[in-house]
T-cell receptor, first 109, second 113 residues
Framework: QKEVEQNSGPLSVPEGAIASLNCTYS??????FFWYRQYSGKSPELIMF????GDKEDGRFTAQLNKASQYVSLLIRDSQPSDSATYLC?????????FGAGTRLTVKP | KAGVTQTPRYLIKTRGQQVTLSCSPI?????VSWYQQTPGQGLQFLFE???????NKGNFPGRFSGRQFSNSRSEMNVSTLELGDSALYLC????????????FGPGTRLTVT
């Protein structure tokens, strides 16, 4: 079974802090890795993707990938209350996209 | 470009009925995937279509079916509805080629009474 696992949270951080979200996956052949943000009652919104080992930065977001450890993370710098949402990790391999259950993040003013 | 559209947005059906949901992908996207999302089970993969062919299928009963048309628009059908089918049904489209990112539509909220 190809699994994608995330800590369900809730993860609570104060405004301005760094939020760190983690994801592990079981399929070593996975090619691409994605982070989606989902607000309550809305559909998932793609915020970042990464497919090479290392870090990828986009504004306040940094995705980190370590294929040897089968680990991908998302860092949110200067967290804002508007970042409060559920973050879904997704892993792609050979026409198969797998989603984690999501981590609920709350940013407190 | 316009995003992924789904119709209808909300639907109320009675047990035993059937329902058809529609999805129009982003222009140029040929792959369409369907997901069921419930609070208890999270995002569950139903099936994926590419060029009118089902390429991948999740672990759902045969009551759930889908198809894709030559213009890449897709429909999914659920027959003999059960109370447990109440969920948010999401459609996502993607281009072929890495990184294979998917873009979601707003979803159809199905309530079965």
């Amino acid at each position: 079974q190809k699994e994608v696992e995330q800590n369900s949270g809730p993860l609570s951080v104060p405004e301005g802090a760094i939020a760190s979200l983690n994801c592990t996956y079981s399929d070593r052949g996975s090619q691409s890795f994605f982070w989606y943000r989902q607000y309550s009652g809305k559909s998932p919104e793609l915020i970042m993707f990464i497919y090479s080992n290392g870090d990828k930065e986009d504004g306040r977001f940094t995705a980190q990938l370590n294929k040897a450890s089968q680990y991908v993370s998302l860092l949110i710098r200067d967290s804002q209350p508007s970042d409060s949402a559920t973050y879904l990790c997704a892993v792609y391999n050979n026409n198969d996209m797998r989603f984690g259950a999501g981590t609920r993040l709350t940013v407190k003013p | 470009k316009a995003g992924v559209t789904q119709t209808p947005r909300y639907l109320i059906k009675t047990r035993g009925q059937q329902v058809t949901l529609s999805c129009s992908p982003i222009s140029g996207h040929r792959s369409v995937s369907w997901y069921q999302q419930t609070p208890g089970q999270g995002l569950q993969f139903l099936f994926e279509y590419f060029s009118e062919t089902q390429r991948n299928k999740g672990n759902f009963p045969g009551r759930f079916s889908g198809r894709q048309f030559s213009n890449s628009r897709s429909e999914m059908n659920v027959s003999t509805l059960e109370l447990g089918d109440s969920a948010l049904y999401l459609c996502a489209s993607s281009q072929e080629g890495p990184p294979y990112e998917q873009y979601f539509g707003p979803g159809t909220r199905l309530t079965v009474t």
